[in-house]
T-cell receptor, first 113, second 114 residues
Framework: ETGVTQSPTHLIKTRGQQVTLRCSSQ?????VSWYQQALGQGPQFIFQ???????GRGNFPPRFSGLQFPNYSSELNVNALELDDSALYLC????????????FGSGTRLTVV | AQSVAQPEDQVNVAEGNPLTVKCTYS??????LFWYVQYPNRGLQFLLK??????LVKGSYGFEAEFNKSQTSFHLKKPSALVSDSALYFC????????????FGTGTLLAVQP
């Protein structure tokens, strides 16, 4: 059984650019949630995908968007990057939105300069 | 709205001594509470959860947490700290509904001195 895999591990982008982060869910999991963890803060919920549909969204602007694929892997896309988007982006997978079975990946560290 | 508070930014403890990391919560309805640990440049690792049942919950690596409904607290404890326990600890509560998203506290840095 594989865990949650995120790529890339680190990324540096320029303000105004676009970025795509990827997440492979744990085997058997069909739900993926994305969180943003700014330096010195707790993770903040961005959105969740369940069976390829968005299933809830946090307080993030529309330039944060996502996808889930038939194999339940997921992408997080951020357009028009801002300096404040610099953070650790965490992906968590679970089965059928179960709240007691989240498995987190190691995250992607995004730096916007 | 659901929320979690971790009143201490940092907790210092000597190796071998007991440790407590504090967490209080505010929820409507039944609380579903979690503790996660984060090592440098790593993701979140699950330690333990309270869903229902016994107020004392045992988790990974010798950690336990006590659910106290009257004080709306869910403090993390360990009888004897190890240097390797040094990490960032997050308390979280589930915001129920279709999403079941986790709402995290701001984290407490645990420093265990040898």
């Amino acid at each position: 059984e594989t865990g949650v895999t995120q790529s890339p591990t680190h990324l540096i982008k320029t303000r105004g650019q676009q970025v795509t982060l990827r997440c492979s869910s744990q085997s058997g999991h069909n739900t993926v949630s994305w969180y943003q963890q700014a330096l010195g803060q707790g993770p903040q919920f961005i959105f969740q995908y369940y069976r390829e549909e968005e299933n809830g969204r946090g307080n993030f602007p529309p330039r944060f968007s996502g996808l889930q694929f038939p194999n339940y892997s997921s992408e997080l896309n951020v357009n028009a990057l801002e300096l404040d988007d610099s953070a650790l982006y965490l992906c968590a997978s679970s089965l059928d939105r179960e709240f007691y079975g989240y498995t987190f990946g190691s995250g992607t560290r995004l730096t916007v300069v | 709205a659901q929320s979690v508070a971790q009143p201490e930014d940092q907790v210092n403890v000597a190796e071998g001594n007991p440790l407590t990391v504090k967490c209080t919560y505010s929820v409507s309805g039944n609380p579903y509470l979690f503790w996660y640990v984060q090592y440098p440049n790593r993701g979140l690792q699950f330690l333990l959860k309270y869903i229902t049942g016994d107020n004392l919950v045992k988790g990974s690596y010798g950690f336990e947490a006590e659910f106290n409904k009257s004080q709306t607290s869910f403090h993390l404890k360990k009888p004897s700290a190890l240097v390797s326990d040094s990490a960032l600890y997050f308390c979280a509560v589930i915001n129920g509904g279709a999403t079941n998203k986790l709402i995290f506290g701001t984290g407490t840095l645990l420093a265990v001195q040898p």
